[in-house]
């Protein structure tokens, strides 16, 4: 049977819930030609919330054409040219006339065009004689998006990538070409905050103020528990308010965790579930993942490993350089712990999380965070 819970990918609006005011949102700034920054924590949903709004775009009669480029796995300007002109062959096919003119303008540019053999798509391959040519091929990706008939969505996801490229006048240099568009609007995804945040809050950036900022909370409690007990209910199974309640607040109501608790939940094949399911169903996820934490520790001194314990004990830190918090886990001094922590926000695996009302640190992964509070 289809399992109801995705937690990998987006397969479609029937799999995804909720955010219908985030959707809304992000289809007003599309349809207005805003350029949004959207930031969000890790597996909260940003790149599903990207797929369901290209969802829309295509069922409602708007005429934008979206495309979506990932460029996580990029280190300079050539690596993102090939993502981007692979994205673009992806979103238009070479049999379409727009494939077809893509493919010829690319010809200006001296890339080999291949096809693969096991998949018969275009491959591309750029050959670049000097850095200047890689600029002069970013810019051309983007003008051939500018020149089409329909106005193009650009989603770039993972784009505080950029701050790690060789060159380092990328950020001045995408947007002088991103200013010159109006055909092209933008949607900048991210979970590094903090880089996020100086790339497009910073005065001294080039991007500065220059996008809307959208964000992505947790999904509220009362919507994600109806969510739970319809899709059990719909596939005639059963499932205690009790137990809807502890795996929302077990999982913090983190996306990608609340759905991986409940389709390995779902998967049992059971027609009630009760506690001691969703309680075992938790302990083996932990237990599952054990050898990556593992790793973790290995990475870690025993000083940042040990903040990291105490971080998943607090669940939620507010002070993590306040006396009685470095005392109660015997963490050392204000000094230390500041490195620590720094190191541990570096490696992705605590995070700072700013609302309105405060600001606190948390360990990013919550079956790390959980394991850490079981086994310490
Ligand atoms: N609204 C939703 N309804 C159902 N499932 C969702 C929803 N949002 C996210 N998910 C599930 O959670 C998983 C994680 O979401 P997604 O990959 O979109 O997060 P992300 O914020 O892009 O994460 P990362 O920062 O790691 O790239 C997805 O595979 C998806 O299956
Ligand atoms: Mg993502």
């Known amino acids: 049977m289809d399992n109801p819970f995705v937690f990998n990918g987006y397969r479609g609006?029937?799999?995804?819930?909720?955010?219908?005011?985030?959707?809304?949102?992000?289809?007003?700034?599309?349809?207005?030609?805003?350029?949004?920054?959207?930031?969000?924590?890790?597996?909260?949903?940003?790149?599903?919330?990207?797929?369901?709004?290209?969802?829309?775009?295509?069922?409602?009669?708007?005429?934008?054409?979206?495309?979506?480029?990932?460029?996580?796995a990029t280190r300079d300007i050539a690596e993102l040219n090939h993502t981007l002109a692979s994205a673009i062959l992806a979103a238009f096919p070479e049999s379409s006339s727009i494939g077809h003119r893509f493919i010829s303008m690319l010809k200006g540019f001296r890339p080999l065009v291949g096809i693969d053999p096991l998949t018969g798509?275009?491959?591309?391959?750029?050959?670049?004689?000097?850095?200047?040519?890689?600029?002069?091929?970013?810019?051309?990706?983007?003008?051939?998006?500018?020149?089409?008939?329909?106005?193009?969505?650009?989603?770039?996801?993972?784009?505080?990538?950029?701050?790690?490229?060789?060159?380092?006048?990328?950020?001045?240099?995408?947007?002088?070409?991103?200013?010159?568009?109006h055909n092209v609007r933008f949607i900048f995804c991210g979970s590094k905050k903090h880089m996020m945040a100086d790339i497009f809050s910073n005065p001294q950036r080039p991007f500065f103020a220059s996008t809307q900022f959208v964000g992505l909370n947790a999904i509220p409690t009362e919507n994600y528990?109806?969510?739970?007990?319809?899709?059990?209910?719909?596939?005639?199974?059963?499932?205690?308010?009790?137990?809807?309640?502890?795996?929302?607040?077990?999982?913090?109501?983190?996306?990608?965790?609340?759905?991986?608790?409940?389709?390995?939940l779902f998967a049992l094949n059971l027609p009630h579930v009760a506690m001691a399911d969703a309680t075992q169903c938790c302990s083996r996820l932990l237990t599952l993942n054990e050898p990556y934490f593992l790793q973790y520790k290995q990475l870690l001194t025993s000083g940042q490993w040990?903040?990291?314990?105490?971080?998943?004990?607090?669940?939620?830190?507010?002070?993590?350089?306040?006396?009685?918090?470095?005392?109660?886990?015997?963490?050392?001094?204000?000094?230390?712990?500041?490195?620590q922590l720094q190191t541990l926000i570096d490696k992705d695996l605590v995070f700072q999380e700013t609302t309105k009302e405060r600001s606190y640190y948390a360990v990013a992964d919550l079956f790390l965070l959980r394991w850490l509070a079981r086994e310490y």
Not at 36 to 58: P, W
């Open 13 to 72: 609006k029937e799999y995804f819930f909720d955010r219908e005011k985030e959707t809304i949102l992000l289809l007003q700034h599309a349809l207005s030609g805003v350029n949004v920054t959207l930031i969000a924590q890790r597996r909260m949903g940003k790149t599903g919330l990207i797929f369901r709004l290209f969802d829309e775009l295509k069922t409602t009669s708007s005429t934008i054409t979206p495309i979506y480029v990932d460029i996580f």
């Open 306 to 339: 040990n903040l990291l314990i105490a971080l998943a004990k607090e669940q939620e830190v507010e002070q993590p350089y306040a006396h009685a918090f470095l005392s109660r886990y015997n963490l050392g001094s204000t000094s230390v712990a500041r490195r």
């Open 225 to 264: 528990a109806h969510y739970i007990r319809k899709s059990f209910s719909d596939h005639d199974r059963q499932i205690d308010d009790e137990v809807v309640d502890f795996i929302l607040q077990w999982t913090r109501r983190h996306t990608y965790y609340t759905q991986r608790v409940c389709h390995d």
């Open 121 to 181: 798509t275009p491959q591309l391959q750029f050959t670049y004689q000097n850095p200047s040519e890689k600029e002069q091929t970013l810019e051309g990706l983007l003008l051939f998006l500018e020149k089409q008939d329909k106005p193009v969505l650009l989603a770039i996801d993972e784009f505080q990538q950029i701050r790690d490229y060789k060159e380092d006048n990328i950020e001045a240099l995408l947007r002088t070409y991103i200013q010159r568009l």
